[in-house]
């Protein structure tokens, strides 16, 4: 890898890019600014990506009113909570479904009253504390899903000082890892709990060895909401004059996909510039209020920075989705989307996929879900051409015009933003260029580029891990992401960035020869269309490129009339399966015969991905480690000296030497 420094690194040209124009009349109005991104070519054989001086205002603090530029950033995320209070009282800022099945919702005066109550208990609380780990306040560690309260809590936590730490509750859960969470609490050190139920999480809290005095329970007998809005707002208010630059506001933790997980410490400051880099690529805020139905968990950073800060920013009517993308609890997500029409709609691929099922089915549900929708934004992994092109249809059939489907890219270390399509694209691996007041640098590696960011929105560090943080930036303090990205086109530069897979999962064959993981994975699952949830693929330290799939059961129920009935474990091995998986084989190596290029043997998983062992991450993506560690049965197989007839392999004619 080359290495960048302002010495070493000279300019060679500059030029600025732009994206294609859009007929508005094939997408709709779109609520974007046009952007002119400059291009800077180094000698290094570097790239620099970032807004011109001409196109962008620049980000800086204003007063906050409902009216205020798109750039404007606030001292802290929760200030924009007082300007809704005054513009929108009566509006609903947070719903979610009672057990009856009716909508329960805080409106933003209700919010702006509550939070300076709760912050000013859990200040209370906190403040004996004091001084743990080198902090002025420790974390309160969330240990619970996407609830009202939770918002509530979160937002009076910020308010007042106090840092917030969520934590994914599948480690509390029945079966959860407790080794991890014990490992991520010894790391936090936080005072308080919030949890929702005391009763369910006895026995958590028991065998971790954890002081009950220290649970804040929001529901359920015995809770402390009462206690909690019977908070002094003075003590909330003292605590609110130091929230704000670089004070601790957040620990959000890394996914742990390629490694353990990491503690990233975000500061008002950089949770601030975040929301206002997501916003300032509008030309304005909405003059009526936004709906939004989000699932995505308030412990990854697309959820919990981007999506919940989003409702502070723009006075959104922010509606928990209790679905998940997956067969059966996708159920609860279409129920709500009867109901609601958001004005925006962010998803993983997944559910996508999902939702584009019932819309096929349904027209009248696809002609509710467009009817006032902006645009769609996915994020978490590449958009399958498939999935892309049945939403399209659905939406020309819905609303008479194709749909914005725009990509989002960013970091739990980037606090949430960094790079989108903020404009009509058309392909399933694209990044899209730098927000306003971020800046890109591409650093060549063999064919391609190590992604990095700079702006004024990254963590500051690792907790209890300086080795990491030290290793994280380079030279010139720029993020090292650790993805590879190359460009959409190579004639045209202004069609942005898209992704060519994670420098870290990709390995070398026992000859020596680097696979690619990222790009030979979306290969096979371009060829396999819709009847592939995803693909792992296999190799390291061995003879020959695999690759282990995931079926989508719903499309691959639909080959022969008598697989209706099927479930996953009997798809898997059906003989109409393997036909697919064969000629997708074919498809997916053809011209493609170097060792490191081509999928010598593949293999259907013989049953589906596992939330327990770690293998679907909360956003619905598939942990490539997890699986390689749990399936090795199966990866056995694929590599035995003879294959076994459920082990789908290359053609002849196409196996390399």
Known sequence: MLENSPESARTIRSELLRPAPTEPTAYGRLPFRQPAIERIERSDGSFLLRWSDDAAVGLRERPLSADAPTTTVAANVVDWLSVWAAARPEAICLAERESSGAWYSVTYAEAWQQIRRIGGELRRRSVAHAGR????????????????????????????????????????????????????????????????????????????????????????????????????????????????????????????STGKPKAVVMTHAALAAAQAIAASVLEKIPDTQQVALD????????????????CLRMGTALHIDAGRPAPGAIAATVANLRELSPSQYINVPLGFGLLATEMERDPAFATRFFSKLEYLTFGGAALSRDTEDRLQRAAE?????????????????????????????????????????????????????????????????YLGDAQASAAAFDEEGYYRT?????????????????????????????????????????????????????????????????????????????????????????????????????????????????????IKRALVLPSAPSRDLGEVADKGYINQRAVISNRRESISALYAEVAPADVVCAPIDQQTD
Request: aromatic share 8%.
């Open 295 to 310: 699932w995505l968990p308030w412990h990854h950073v697309m959820g919990g920075n981007i999506v919940l800060h989003r």
């Open 133 to 256: 780990h080198g902090l002025p306040i420790v974390p309160i560690a969330m240990l619970t899903g996407n609830s009202v309260r939770h918002a509530l809590l979160t937002f009076a936590a910020l308010y007042a000082g106090i840092p917030v730490a969520p934590v994914s509750p599948a480690y509390a859960s029945p079966g959860g890892d407790r080794g991890q969470l014990r490992s991520l609490l010894q790391v936090l050190g936080p005072a308080c709990f919030y949890v929702e139920e005391r009763t369910a999480f006895a026995p958590v809290a028991t065998e971790l060895g954890l002081d009950s005095a220290g649970l804040v329970v929001g529901s359920g007998p015995d809770n402390d909401w009462s206690a909690l809005l019977a908070g002094d707002e003075a003590i909330a208010q003292s605590g609110h004059e130091t929230a704000h630059g670089k004070a601790l506001a957040k620990v959000m933790f890394t996914s742990g």
């Open 397 to 461: 059939r819905a609303v008479g015009h194709r749909i914005a489907i725009c990509a989002g890219y960013g970091a739990t270390e980037t606090c949430g933003p960094g790079i989108s399509t903020f404009w009509p694209s058309n392909g399933a691996d694209a990044l899209g260029l730098p927000l306003p007041g971020v800046s890109v640098k591409l650093v060549p590696v063999a064919d391609r580029y190590e992604l990095r960011i700079a702006g004024p929105h990254l963590f500051s560090h």
């Open 482 to 598: 650790g993805d590879a990205v190359q460009w959409a086109q190579s004639d045209f530069p202004g069609a942005g960035l898209r992704f060519d897979g994670r420098l870290g999962e990709d390995f070398k064959l026992d000859s020596g020869t680097w696979v690619h993981v990222g790009s030979v994975r979306a290969r096979l699952l371009a060829a396999l269309g819709s009847f592939a949830r995803d693909v792992v693929v296999t190799g390291e330290n061995r003879r020959f490129v695999g690759a282990l799939i995931f079926i989508d059961e719903a499309a691959c129920r639909t080959l022969v009339p008598d697989m209706a009935h099927l479930g996953y474990v009997e798809l898997a091995s059906h003989a109409a399966v393997r036909t697919v998986l064969r000629i997708a084989l074919e498809r997916a190596n053809t011209g493609r015969r170097a060792s490191s290029k081509h």
